[in-house]
T-cell receptor
Framework: AAGVIQSPRHLIKEKRETATLKCYPI?????VYWYQQGPGQDPQFLIS???????DKGSIPDRFSAQQFSDYHSELNMSSLELGDSALYFC????????????FGPGTRLTVL | AQSVSQHNHHVILSEAASLELGCNYS??????LFWYVQYPGQHLQLLLK????DPLVKGIKGFEAEFIKSKFSFNLRKPSVQWSDTAEYFC?????????????WGLGTSLAVNP
């Protein structure tokens, strides 16, 4: 079965650089979620999109932005990277009619040097 | 505000021991409940879910959970753990209606099973 695809899987950036993470949801899933997970921490909800519109916003820094495109894939744009942004970034998607069940991608491990 | 609390942050067991991880939530309305597991170095995977009906739900790998509405609890159980169950376990609750599918997460329980 198709799963959530994230790219790249690993990314190394310098401080103050920008990064773009991509997420391709499972086909026919209409909602995408972004999470940040620091080492040994629980996933922190950043932002979600339903039918290409932002549906909820969590603890996403102002330096980050995201959008969902017409083909339902989503991109998380991160600017002015800081050391503290080093984390695993997960994308999840939900199908139409879901009651909260989310399907997670493998994550992008971002390291900021 | 809605919240989810997991009582045990770190649990260490020997193989074949029984497991119960506590999860309580704060929300008075209809909820959808989930347990996710994250094996070392891997992404989150759904272990089991409860939407309605039989409050005792069975998931993958021999896990089960019981929804007790009066106690606002959804505890995870396994009669006999294996070394391969070593992982982080997260309880999550969806208390939204309509298209609100946001999950409220617990802080997670780290389970280490000694062979």
């Amino acid at each position: 079965a198709a799963g959530v695809i994230q790219s790249p899987r690993h990314l190394i950036k310098e401080k103050r650089e920008t990064a773009t993470l991509k997420c391709y949801p499972i086909p026919r899933h209409d909602t995408v979620y972004w999470y940040q997970q620091g080492p040994g921490q629980d996933p922190q909800f950043l932002i979600s999109f339903y039918e290409k519109m932002q549906s909820d916003k969590g603890s996403i820094p102002d330096r980050f932005s995201a959008q969902q495109f017409s083909d339902y894939h989503s991109e998380l744009n991160m600017s002015s990277l800081e050391l503290g942004d080093s984390a695993l970034y997960f994308c999840a998607s939900s199908p139409v009619g879901s009651r909260g069940e989310q399907f997670f991608g493998p994550g992008t491990r971002l390291t900021v040097l | 505000a809605q919240s989810v609390s997991q009582h045990n942050h770190h649990v260490i067991l020997s193989e074949a021991a029984s497991l119960e991880l506590g999860c309580n939530y704060s929300y008075g309305g209809t909820v959808n409940l989930f347990w996710y597991v994250q094996y070392p170095g891997q992404h989150l995977q759904l272990l089991l879910k409860y939407f309605s009906g039989d409050p005792l739900v069975k998931g993958i790998k021999g896990f089960e959970a019981e929804f007790i509405k009066s106690k606002f609890s959804f505890n995870l159980r396994k009669p006999s753990v294996q070394w391969s169950d070593t992982a982080e376990y997260f309880c999550a609750v969806n208390a939204g209606a309509g298209n609100n599918r946001k999950l409220i997460w617990g802080l997670g329980t780290s389970l280490a099973v000694n062979p």
